[in-house]
């Protein structure tokens, strides 16, 4: 990417953010690829916003692109996972009884997390098990899992370790320091 359209982005951003334009601000941080913001992946994290955490992730990196972009996805799957095996098994919805969540812990594991298998297949059995069980902290290794918030807030200090340690996201931070007055000043020209 040439440095004008890097400095033409990062000013676009920048206003963006400024205006509150904030679902624009990160479709285009994803788009562009030049600006990883963190507090917007912490925000997703805690509200357990799976689906949009990869898909903003996605801007950046993939799966397969290096050890740490795996152990990221791997963690938001994961959490994805559990959180629904922790659900009841059928949630009443006035006289209807909801989807049982079993079967949609099903679907995430053969959909999200079985890609995972290749790396470690004795680990993806083990998470296959968990189904089996009434509560999954039974498990040995999963006994202090706690709260919902709690553990996505243990997870988030994994996926913030491996973004700090990939490479892809090196210069990806911090927006490039620019001067929105320009910008600004055709803005309010139009207006």
Partial sequence: ?????RDCISLILKYL?????????HSLERQ?????????VEELVMNGEWEEAEMYLSGFTKLEDNKFSTKIFFEIRKQ????TLDRPLYMKVGLIFARNERLNAVEIL???LKVFSRYNNDLFKEMALLITLDDFRKH????KYGDTLSARASILREIKKAIGANPVFVGKMELPATDTAALRSLANEDA
């Fill in 140 to 143: 040995k290794s999963l006994g």
């Fill in 80 to 83: 994805k996972y559990l959180e």
């Fill in 110 to 112: 053969m959909n999200d």
């Fill in 17 to 25: 953010q400024e205006e509150n334009f904030t679902e624009t601000a």
């Fill in 32 to 40: 562009s690829g030049i600006f990883f913001n963190l507090n917007y």
């Fill in 1 to 5: 990417m040439s440095s004008l359209r």
